[in-house]
C-alpha cells in the first residue's frame, strides 16, 4: 500500500510540473509604450480618444499556442476625448455607465495562428454588464534584444479591430440611434511588451 501511495503521489507531480511547464512565457506591459485607442464617427466627422488606465496578463509563445493566454482590464473612468464634458457625458448611464461598470474586461479563451505574424486571440469581451465572444487579431511588429535592459527582449504587438457599440448597450435612449454616433467604433491596443531572454529557447 506504501508503495502505491509512493507511485500516486509522484504521478501527481509529475503532472503537476507539466501543467506549469506548459504555460507559455509571461510578458510584461511597458505602460509608457503602449496605448489603448478608439475612433468613432459622430455626424460626419471622426472622433478619437483613449483610456488612460489599463493592465493585462500576456502569456505567449508562438510554439506553444496551447500554453499562450490574454487578459486584459480596461478602466472606463479613466477614458479621454480632450473635452470634459464629452467624457463625462461618455462616463454616464447614457454610455458606460461608469458607476456601476467600472472595468471593461477582455478574457481569452485559446489563440489561433493565422500567418506568421498574425494570431487571432479568441476570448470573451465584457463591458456594460453585457459579456460577448470575440476574436482579436494580434499582429506581432517585431521582436527583439532590449538595448538598454541587459538579459531582456522587447515583443511589439497591435491589435485592431471593429466593436459594435449597441451589442453592449453603450448609448441608451435616444443615443442609442446611430444618426448622430455611429454603431461601429473602430479600437486598437499598441504595445511593447518585455521579458527576460529564455536561453533555452
Avoid at 469581451?125 to 460577448?132: A, Q
Amino acid at each position: 500500500m506504501k508503495k502505491i501511495l509512493i507511485s500516486v503521489a509522484a504521478g501527481v507531480l509529475i503532472c503537476a510540473g507539466t501543467s506549469i511547464a506548459q504555460v507559455a512565457k509571461k510578458w510584461g506591459i511597458d505602460k509608457s509604450h503602449a496605448s489603448v485607442t478608439f475612433s468613432i464617427d459622430h455626424f460626419f466627422s471622426e472622433v478619437p480618444g483613449k483610456f488612460k488606465q489599463f493592465d493585462g496578463d500576456i502569456f505567449f509563445d508562438p510554439a506553444n499556442l496551447s500554453g499562450s493566454k490574454a487578459s486584459f482590464e480596461i478602466m472606463v473612468a479613466s477614458i479621454s476625448t480632450d473635452e470634459k464634458d464629452r467624457d463625462d457625458h461618455l462616463q454616464s448611464s447614457d454610455f458606460f455607465d461608469a458607476t456601476n461598470n467600472p472595468m471593461i474586461v477582455f478574457k481569452s479563451s485559446h489563440i489561433v495562428k493565422a500567418s506568421d505574424k498574425l494570431y487571432n486571440i479568441h476570448g470573451e469581451l465584457s463591458m456594460r454588464g453585457v459579456t460577448k465572444s470575440v476574436v482579436l487579431p494580434m499582429k506581432i511588429k517585431g521582436r527583439m534584444d532590449n538595448p538598454w535592459k541587459e538579459g531582456y527582449e522587447i515583443l511589439g504587438i497591435s491589435i485592431s479591430t471593429t466593436l459594435n457599440r449597441s451589442d453592449y448597450g453603450v448609448g441608451t435612449g435616444s443615443w442609442a440611434a446611430t444618426a448622430v454616433v455611429s454603431d461601429e467604433v473602430e479600437v486598437k491596443i499598441s504595445m511593447e511588451l518585455d521579458a527576460p531572454i529564455d536561453p533555452t529557447l
